[in-house]
């Protein structure tokens, strides 16, 4: 009987820690994947040796919650602030219901109108944020997360804020980068995802 307790918490045990580790080397690999992504595109404001200064919080699997989704198909569109003071038409999709530390959340999730137009961006979700690190750890004008409808299962969606990153605006001025909607100012400190750029970006 002792033997298969101890057989059961063993599992139990490595299970967990199995898990955690999947997660972990997920984000990782999502991580490199973005550091990447800065190289290849045209419009990038870092060169491949400014990847080096990227930082990010330690993967935490707290910080993945699984959110219920409440669409909103009739919901109006609007101009959404961007730093440059250009403004973009957006639409709320949804509204993301959801329990973190404890505590209820709601995000509003967002379709480009822009995006909605262009072949193989149809299914594109946006989810901009602020939160409490805004501006001590994390950029101060908000982070982002992309989604598709794919991504929604039997009306949840999975927000993972590990994979939540910095707009363009975040390293060099010039971009057209979206603020988030007052709606979407959480009251909490999201200790996840991408921290504020740690070097001088490349000339």
Not at 9 to 16: M, P, Q
Not at 51 to 78: C, G, H, M, N
Not at 120 to 139: A, V
Not at 168 to 175: L, R, T, V
Request: glycine content about 6%; overall charge positive; hydrophobic content about 35%.
């Amino acid at each position: 009987m002792y033997k298969l307790i101890l057989f059961s918490h063993l599992f139990v045990s490595t299970f967990f820690t199995a898990g955690a580790q999947s997660h972990a080397d997920s984000i990782a690999t999502y991580r490199q994947q973005y550091k990447e992504d800065f190289i290849k595109e045209p419009r990038s404001p870092l060169k491949a040796k400014d990847t080096s200064d990227l930082r990010f919080y330690p993967a935490k699997k707290e910080y993945q919650v699984w959110a219920k989704l409440q669409l909103t198909p009739e919901a109006k569109t609007f101009d959404m602030l961007t730093h440059n003071g250009k403004k973009q038409l957006y639409k709320q999709y949804a509204i993301a219901s959801f329990s973190l530390k404890g505590k209820k959340y709601k995000l509003s999730i967002y379709q480009s109108l822009s995006l909605l137009s262009k072949e193989g961006h149809k299914n594109h979700l946006f989810l901009p944020f602020n939160d409490l690190t805004n501006s001590e750890t994390t950029f101060g004008g908000g982070r982002y997360i992309d989604f598709t409808t794919e991504d929604i299962k039997n009306g949840m969606l999975l927000i993972d804020f590990n994979k939540c990153y910095n707009p363009y605006c975040a390293f060099k001025e010039g971009y057209s980068c979206p603020i988030p909607p007052s709606e979407n100012r959480l009251k909490v400190r999201i200790e996840a995802g991408e921290q504020l750029f740690a070097g001088k970006v490349s000339e």
